[in-house]
């Protein structure tokens, strides 16, 4: 960060560092999951109101705070909240203290907005506009974003533009990273119980194996994405669950596949999530079973161009112009800001946040140690991104 440019956002940052940290720590040693968030929400309303801000509920679990003038544009920032269900391997002296673990990075996101709110409040009169932060449960499960989405989180007041700050451990601390266009995959989740007809092993004439059942759609889900898309499109699903039954000489009576799809391109995407079903129809009633499928699909996560190219010399300004780069690949993962960036123009980055250098772990990794010196930068990012983006689209 030798170019790094020093504004005053980023000093006034790095002052409260330590107390960003402290946040960080206390929302890492007590991880919550899916919108089941009692004492994160608590804490983060009880943070907020000590600012001067009072935060409003939205949704199942979600908090939303609006600072500025209440004229013009609005800009969102997002922070989720939600850890994942996995213990945690490290040594830090902050280490969960239950089962649960923020291996994805969200206690830092929480902090982000939280130190975003604190510097905010102080530069209100700066805001030509409004800023509004949501603090978001339930990323991980794909819903979060959704929930509050239809409980009104664009509107009141309504949203222009909304941006988002993920912390990546492959990159050093100092560098940021963004993917103009598609920027995430988009997720399909199937959830398939199927209804045989349970027996004695020795009379399997009087029996419908669901096994078999499932095991037959197994065989042509994995042969699904080789025979029926083009290879230069990309696309995997995977069978991560399947199975049924309690011992060997009992056809059970019903068994079980779970399985993911993911994609880039909405028409692949489509045709994947319509031959699933297909497939799955007409193997179980060829084999004389019944069925019962869930699913569930959170859309590819797309960045705006337009806002992409406005509010990159932003960060730059905080991180400095060769810190900022472009990504050629999108993210292979999935993320629900992607409900947002479906309505409103938005720009997903990365903020680098190796901690270990060569050694360190992949996000949902139970070793996972993240640089807190992330904290300061990605507040700074963020609320000289959200002034700045206001400030020149006032007149608009």
Known sequence: MNDTIINNTLLRAQEVKEELIKHRRHLH????????????????????????????????AGLVVTIGNGKG??????GDMDALPMAEHTDLPFKSTNDYMHACGHD???TFMLGAAKLLKEKEKEIDGTVKIMFQPAEEIGQGAKDMVANGLLENPKVDAALALHVDPSLEVGKFGYKPGIAASSLDGFF??????????????????????????????????GKEIDPQERAV????????????????????????LRSFNPEVRD???????????????????????????????????????????????????????????PLAGTEDFSYISNLVPTMFMW?????????????????????????????????????????QNAAN
């Open 29 to 60: 040693q007590n991880p919550e999951i899916g919108f089941e968030l009692p004492h994160t929400v608590a804490y983060v309303e009880e943070t907020l109101k000590s600012m001067g801000i009072e935060p409003k509920r939205v949704g199942k």
């Open 73 to 78: 544009k609005t800009i969102l920032l997002r």
């Open 108 to 110: 830092i996101h929480t």
């Open 192 to 225: 398939l119980k199927v209804q045989g007809k349970g027996g004695h092993s020795s009379e399997p004439q009087k029996a419908i194996d669901p096994l078999m059942i499932v095991n037959s759609i197994y065989s042509q889900l994995n042969a699904l994405v």
């Open 237 to 260: 699903l995977v069978i991560g669950k399947m199975g049924g039954g309690t011992v060997a000489n009992i056809i059970p009576d019903t068994a079980h596949l779970d399985a993911t």
């Open 271 to 329: 045709h994947l999530f319509k031959r699933v079903q297909e497939i799955v129809d007409a193997t179980v009633n060829m084999l004389r079973g019944t069925y019962e499928l869930e699913t569930i699909s959170t859309p590819s996560l797309y960045n705006n161009e337009e806002l992409c190219e406005q509010v990159a010399p932003y960060v730059r300004e905080v991180v400095g112009a060769d810190n900022l780069e472009v990504n050629e690949e």
């Open 351 to 391: 903020a680098g946040a190796n901690g270990l250098g060569d050694e360190n772990y992949p996000l949902h990794n139970p070793n996972l140690v993240l640089d807190e010196g992330v904290i300061p930068l990605g507040v700074a990012v963020v609320v000289h991104s959200a002034i700045s983006w206001l400030n």
